[in-house]
Every structure is written in C-alpha cells, then in structure tokens.
C-alpha cells in the first residue's frame, strides 16, 4: 500500500492503533496488548489490508529513542532509597539469573552463544508500564510489595543499558568479538564523558535560555533535538541510538527542567511509542504459534516462572514477608515492551533470525496478556500455598511479637502499616503516652520500631491470627494505614469480627473504597485527596482574610455534606 504516502500510512496505524486499544481496555487488558494485535492484523502476515512495513520501522525508529530518552528522565533513584537493599543487589542477581536461564533454554534451541545472550537478557526484564498499571488499578502502587517490584523494575531498566552498548559488538565475528567489545566499551565511555561535560556546562547555559523565551515550542524542540541528537551521534559511533537517547534523558533527569521536560515530550513520546508497538506487531507471525509451540512456550515459561520464582526468593532472602515476596514476583512476571527494543536490534545486528524473533515476539504477547490474571491470583495462590501439607511449615507467614514486659495490652491503639501516615501518628501517641502497638512487615520500618522502643509486630495485619497477638479484642482504637486498598479492607473487617465495640479509622483509596471500607465496619474513613484539598481551602482562605473559627466551621459543615453523600 506504497500509494497512501507517509501520511496514509500513519493515519493507517494510528487508527488500528486506537482500535485496537479500545477492544483490550473493554476486556481489561494492557492496552500493550491492543497495539500489537493491531499490528498484527495489519501486518504482512495476516490477509487483508497490510500497510508498508518499512516506512512504519522508520517511524518506529523514533519511539524508540523517546522511551529511552523518557527512561533516562524518569529515572529516580530516591525511589530505590526504602528498599534499596532488595533493588540494587537482588535486582542485580535477579537479572544476573534470569538471563543465565533464558541461555540454557536458548542453548537448548540450538543458538549460539551470542544470541543465547540476548534472548536470555530480553526474559531478564519485566514490563515497569504494565507492572506500574496493574499495581495502580489495584490500588497498590504505594504497598511494600509495590514497592519492590518499582525498585526492581528500575534496577532491571538500567540493566538493558550496558545489553543496548555492546549489541553492535557481539555482532562481531569470531576473535574480533572480544575486541569489538573493548572498542564499544570505550565509545560509550567516551560519549558518557562529552555528554557530562555538556550537561554540566552547555545544557544548563541552553535550557535557561529557552525557557526565558516562555515558548512552548521552543522548548520542545531543544528537548527532542536533545534527545534525537545524542541518539544520532551514538548512531554514528557505532553504538545504538537507543543508548543515546537514554544518556540524553539522564541529562535532563539531573536538571531542574526534568518535570516540565517530561511534560512536553511525553504525549509525543506516546504517540511514537504506539507505533513502535504496532511496528512490532507486524513482525509476528501467527503461524509461530502453530509451527513453533515449544518454543514460543519454553521462553515465555522461562520468563513468567523463572522470574517469579526469583524474585520471591530473593525478596524473601532479603527479609520480607511471603506474601510481600509472592506478590512482587507476581507483578514482574512478564517480559517488557524494553524487550522488543532488544529484539528489533537483535534482528538488525543479525544476531537473531525471524524464526527465533517471532517466537521472542511471541512469548512477549504470551507473557503480557497473562500479567492481569497473576497479579489478581496472588491471594489465592498464597491461599492454596499454605494449605499444601508439605509446604504449609514452609510458607506460613512468620509472626515476631516484641512488646516490652510488663507492658499491658488494654484500652490501647493498634496502628497496622507504617507509612507517613503511620509515622505520623506514632510520633503524636509517642508524645502523649499513650499505650500503642505497631503491625508491620516491611523490615526497614521495624528497624525504625526497634530503635525507638516502640511495641510491635512482625507480622500481615491482613491476618486475624496477627490481630489476635494484637489483642486486638481489648484495643480502644484501630488504625489502618495501609495504602493497598485491598489489604485495608480484609484488615477492617477481620478487626470489626474481633472487636466488635473498637474504633476502627482507616486510610480509603477513592468513593468505592470509601462507601465499602465503612460497610465492612469502619467509624471513619479518611480520604486522603478530600483532605488535601481542605488543606488547600484552608490556607487559601485564611490568606484572604478569614478568621479561623470561620474556617474552622466551614471545613466542618464541608467534611459533613461530604461523608453524609456518601452514606
């Protein structure tokens, strides 16, 4: 369909892109999912329309550049600060070890060495997009075990970065290879030098000139000639446009611009970053289900199970409880749309075959499409895991009671989770002398426990046995600060069936959460957007004038009117 032009051809997949995207959020799926089987279907390998593959590579070409360049912007690493520990060295093995099995299983296909490398670095990865909007559909994002997986998934983002480096080395041939590394090797430090130096002289000198200008575009263009420029000159030394483009958005990252930098490239980023997708739906062949079921099984199995089974021994080395543990491994049980970047420079270094890319492809639809049925299947499986008559010892939650002798358990407060919130109130309780306990199992925050003296429990307050150590029967007060929706509710009804006359307050998560958390017993419900809003109310009118008694009544008649709707 060379007639349509350019412009037909985007139109083209633009639209199959949007079709597509609608039908998997209808059946709630990633929309991941949608653009490649609109790819797929619009490809060179299913009848009907098919558009120019060449002309989408190209356009693809530049999605690729800005999610590397919005990789390297995002990337924070006070996000791996809480649980930098499991992150930086269990991510480390968990990489390590995932792609020594996705060699064996290569091996096992009969790839050389190289390619045996790149496919087992392309199952080491998982999808921090997908894991991230599950997560947040779950109301887990700011959970322990959300947290874990966040971490991980930066530490294996980093990872791809050295694989991306040293791809147009391992397409070297014979004794040149390990040559043609050290080569690599030394242009990207070269590049890594010249792009710090024009960071810490040049871009910031540009940036503030730009924006003195008040244009948007302007602004726009020098971030995506930023971005297309480093990957071009990156091109041109041998290496991957890919790794440029990331050093340029870890330029940006370490600027003061970062946010309004992503602010301005982000929607252009999704827009090319779709066509990337439908770029990669066109390179699958269905029939590779057909003629290649093994294989196209033996790598999504190497990915899904493998790093499933990683990740929750590592996290559970790492001092975190099986439910934290089983959960993170379940949210990064997938390969990542990373791992297409890999395979499309796999198969242009020519280190990769069709045949072995389409089944790569294959097994990336295959583990995706299964991520929103293993994250909702983390309660029962963990369920039916200790149930079982071997493994029940095995995988019994661990429970650790330190309360100082002689202190008595009655008439106090029982807070479950230690986030901000939990801080917060333990610090206030703290200050007055009020007896409290804390339930937590996040180790750092019981470290934090240890050192000030604090009762507590190691333990899920999710379990009625933890409540029961609690004595919880005998509290006067119940807080649930947990920001896992989910967790929130079993904890408050398990606490409502054990103490019936307690006060139970919990942290809601939106009107859903709100309406059902007190339905399932809770006397308040506090909502933290609501109240932030409030705050925001309060401040502005006690700038304009008003007393604080007037504040004071109007934020009371608004909290009334509010909870009475919801009722």
């Given at each position: 369909m ?8 985007l139109?083209?997949v633009?639209?199959?892109a949007?079709?597509g ?5 209808a059946l709630?799926l990633?929309?991941l999912l949608?653009y490649l089987?609109a790819?797929?279907?619009?490809g060179p390998y ?5 558009t ?8 693809a070409?530049?999605?690729?550049a800005l999610l590397?360049?919005?990789?390297g912007?995002q990337?924070?690493?006070r996000e791996?600060a ?7 060295f ?7 070890g995932s792609t020594?099995?996705g ?9 050389d060495?190289r390619?045996s490398?790149?496919?087992g ?8 997009s997908?894991?991230?909007r599950l997560?947040?559909?779950r109301?887990e994002v700011g959970s322990?075990h959300?947290?874990?997986?966040v ?5 294996q983002?980093l ?6 480096v040293?791809?147009p080395a391992?397409a ?7 040559f ?10 070269g590049?890594?030098v010249?792009?710090?130096l024009?960071?810490?002289?040049v871009?910031?000198w ?9 244009s948007?575009?302007?602004f ?5 000639g930023l971005?297309l420029g480093?990957?071009a ?7 991957s ?6 050093l340029a958005g ?8 970062t946010?309004?930098t992503l602010?301005?490239?982000l929607p252009?980023r999704?827009?090319f970053a779709?066509?990337f997708?439908?770029?990669v739906?066109m390179l699958?062949d ?8 093994g294989?196209v ?21 790492f ?18 749309e990373?791992s297409f ?5 796999g198969?242009e270094?020519?280190l990769?075959?069709?045949?072995v890319?389409?089944a790569l ?7 995706i499409?299964?991520a ?6 983390a309660p029962g499986?963990?369920g039916?895991l ?6 029940g010892?095995?995988t019994?939650?661990r429970?650790?009671?330190?309360i100082p002798?002689?202190?008595e358990?009655?008439?106090h407060v029982?807070?479950c989770g ?6 917060e109130?333990v610090?206030?309780?703290m200050?007055?002398g009020?007896?409290f306990l804390?339930?937590e ?10 050192r000030?003296?604090v ?5 899920d ?12 029967g005998q509290?006067?007060v119940?807080a ?13 009804a398990?606490?409502r069936r054990?103490a019936p006359?307690?006060d ?6 939106g009107?859903e959460?709100?309406q059902?958390l007190?339905?399932l ?6 909502h ?5 809003g409030?705050e925001?109310?309060r401040h502005?009118?006690h700038r304009l004038?008003?007393s604080?008694l007037?504040?004071?009544a ?5 909290r ?8």
């Amino acid at each position: 369909m060379e007639e349509l032009g350019l412009v037909g051809q985007l139109a083209v997949v633009l639209a199959a892109a949007l079709a597509g995207g609608l039908l998997a959020r209808a059946l709630r799926l990633p929309t991941l999912l949608g653009y490649l089987a609109a790819g797929l279907l619009i490809g060179p390998y299913t009848p009907g329309f098919v558009t120019d593959i060449q002309q989408v590579q190209d356009m693809a070409d530049l999605g690729v550049a800005l999610l590397m360049f919005s990789l390297g912007a995002q990337l924070s690493f006070r996000e791996l600060a809480g649980v930098r520990d499991v992150a930086l060295f269990g991510g480390l093995l968990q990489v390590a070890g995932s792609t020594a099995l996705g060699m064996l299983v290569g091996w096992g296909l009969g790839l050389d060495a190289r390619a045996s490398f790149l496919l087992g670095a392309a199952t080491a990865i998982s999808s921090s997009s997908v894991a991230l909007r599950l997560l947040e559909q779950r109301g887990e994002v700011g959970s322990l075990h959300g947290r874990v997986a966040v971490g991980l998934s930066l530490v294996q983002d980093l990872s791809l970065v050295p694989v991306i480096v040293i791809i147009p080395a391992l397409a070297g041939q014979g004794e040149n290879t390990a040559f043609a590394l050290l080569l690599a090797t030394g242009k990207a430090a070269g590049l890594l030098v010249a792009i710090y130096l024009l960071g810490t002289r040049v871009l910031p000198w540009l940036f503030r000139r730009v924006a003195a200008t008040r244009s948007r575009e302007l602004f726009l263009l020098t971030v995506v000639g930023l971005a297309l420029g480093t990957a071009a000159v990156s091109f041109l030394l041998g290496l991957s446009l890919a790794f440029g483009a990331f050093l340029a958005g870890l330029l940006v990252s370490e600027s003061e611009y970062t946010q309004e930098t992503l602010t301005e490239v982000l929607p252009l980023r999704e827009v090319f970053a779709v066509i990337f997708f439908v770029a990669v739906g066109m390179l699958i062949d269905p029939m590779v289900f057909r003629e290649m079921p093994g294989t196209v099984l033996a790598i999504a199995a190497v990915a899904i199970l493998g790093k499933l089974l990683m990740v929750t021994a590592l996290a559970l080395a790492f001092g975190y409880m099986l439910g934290t543990a089983l959960r993170a491994g379940l949210a990064l049980a997938q390969m990542a749309e990373f791992s297409f970047v890999l395979a499309s420079l796999g198969l242009e270094a020519g280190l990769l075959t069709e045949e072995v890319n389409s089944a790569l492809l294959g097994a990336v639809l295959l583990s995706i499409g299964a991520a929103p049925f293993l994250v909702g299947a983390a309660p029962g499986l963990l369920g039916t895991l200790q149930r079982l008559p071997l493994l029940g010892n095995l995988t019994r939650e661990r429970v650790e009671v330190h309360i100082p002798a002689g202190t008595e358990m009655v008439n106090h407060v029982v807070i479950c989770g230690l986030g901000e919130a939990g801080r917060e109130l333990v610090s206030a309780l703290m200050r007055r002398g009020f007896r409290f306990l804390v339930i937590e199992q996040d180790p750092a925050a019981i470290q934090w426990l240890r050192r000030l003296g604090v009762p507590y429990i190691y333990g899920d307050a999710t379990s009625s046995q933890v409540l029961e150590r609690a004595a919880v029967g005998q509290a006067r007060v119940v807080a649930v600060t947990l920001p896992d929706v989910y967790a929130a509710e079993t904890v408050v009804a398990n606490a409502r069936r054990l103490a019936p006359r307690a006060d139970i307050i919990a942290r809601g998560g939106g009107p859903e959460s709100h309406q059902l958390l007190r339905r399932l017993g809770a006397n308040e419900v506090v909502h933290p957007e609501f109240e932030a809003g409030l705050e925001l109310v309060r401040h502005t009118l006690h700038r304009l004038g008003l007393s604080t008694l007037e504040i004071q009544a109007l934020l009371q008649r608004r909290r009334r009117d509010y909870t009475a709707a919801e009722q």
